[in-house]
């Protein structure tokens, strides 16, 4: 669905190369393919490998990243961050990389998704005297490392590691190595891929294929990667937990074009729609997906229901952030300009409209709306995931407990409230198997099931279920 409208965003994406003469260019175009993952802020850090240096803004990769800016970034190895507000709220010292000196020497951090224990962490630091910069959980990470009594930096950043709970990819950055760490759980997607005798790490493979650069693998849960002069170093800071990823990645935020944990996300998005026609076979005239994220998985529906699929929704691509709002009046606007119905394709049809899921409901409730109002004649609304009952804690933003419609409203009171002919959720087995696995199959479902890989610490629950 459209992300800046319907209330259901990824935290960020992160961007690392090392060992290549042009790191900061190569940076910008992995950024730039990385940007659905976050748009309210995007920074890069180089090292020349004696001084660290870091141009940041709140915008978009183009829009930060201009000429000159460019110029200010020279040197053979970068780190890159595009960011969406969680945790921590906005703001420009929010914006990553966040980049610290001192006298024995500078740090840069990039981090994808959420400390549950950040909050508790932070207490406990501030009442030994640290001082924070910022209101991000990521900055927890850089005192942790500097408070650490052991000698090596290696030895320093497993042990701060070792102490954060929760969904955490981070990129750490000196003038002489990139270090990589991948939480326990491998709840967030990161990669390790090469280009040349230069290493690239990414939130999503997709940003490899824009740079040129080939897959090597995915970085292991609880592993820190270090990379510098003398090549690649792998050690572990935790002894792998079972593994977790975010099932949102496959039905939601990632690029069709990448590969999560070796499945390809557009394969995984067909896969649910097929499965969506076995357990919602309806009889109508047209299939239609909502752009862009959903479009897979009504291809999928289609071809196996053996119903015509038609573009039936038109996103307009050249709305500007301006609609990116909180409120609701604002969101029902913003649904107004970025879609539009095709009368052509809908007028006197039975629609079934795939998209990947509902979170407020404010959106499914405009689109059916579009579509009637386009002579529509009935509107079956399919959704190619579970409801999404409860918050998430590491780094997706679902708002608070309350704003989700499914957690206390049946399917029947959705279906009423967006004004569907018939609403249909994929089962959580469904959803599973449609990426090859049995059981949980590896994959964190707390947002459909409400139970999560890691404890949620006392103050991180206030917060989401403040008004739930």
Known sequence: MLAEIKGLNEECGVFGVWGHPDAAQ??????????????????????????????????????????????????????????????????????????????SGSLALAHNGNLVNANSLKHQLETQGSI?????????????????GFAHMNDRVKNALSMLKGAYAYLIMTETELMVALDPHGLRPLSLGCLGDAYVVASETCAFDVVGAEYIRDIMP???????????????FAVSSTKAICMMEYVYFSRPDSNIQGINVHTARKNMGKRLAVEAPIDADVVTGVPDSSISAAIGYAEAAGIPYEMGLIKNKYVGRTFIQ????????????????????VEGKRVVMVDDSIV?????????????????????????????????????????REELIASDKSVEDIRELIGADSLTFLSLDGMVKALGQDGNGGFCLGCFTGNYPTEIYPDTLQYYYQRG
């Open 26 to 103: 190569l940076t910008y175009y992995g950024l730039h393919s990385l940007q659905h993952r976050g748009q309210e802020g995007t920074g890069i850090v180089v090292s020349d490998g004696k001084t660290l240096k870091g141009v940041k803004g709140e915008g978009l990769v183009t829009e930060i990243f201009t000429s000159d800016a460019m110029k200010e970034l020279t040197g053979t190895a970068a780190i890159g961050h595009v960011r969406y507000a969680t945790a921590g709220g906005g703001g420009y010292e929010n914006v990553q990389p966040l980049l610290f000196h001192s006298q």
């Open 132 to 148: 924070f910069q910022t209101s991000s959980d990521t900055e927890v990470l850089a005192h942790l490392i500097r408070r650490s």
């Open 222 to 236: 609880g592993e820190l990667l270090i990379i510098n002069e003398k090549g690649l170093t792998s050690e572990r």
């Open 326 to 345: 909180p409120s609701q009046a604002l969101r029902e606007q913003g649904v107004k300009m970025k879609l539009s119905a095709v009368r052509g394709v």
């Open 360 to 400: 407020r409901g404010t959106t499914s409730r405009r689109i059916v709306t579009l579509l009637k109002e386009a002579g529509a004649t009935e509107v079956h609304v399919v959704i190619s995931s579970p409801p999404i009952k409860n918050p998430c804690f590491y780094g997706i933003d679902t708002a608070t």
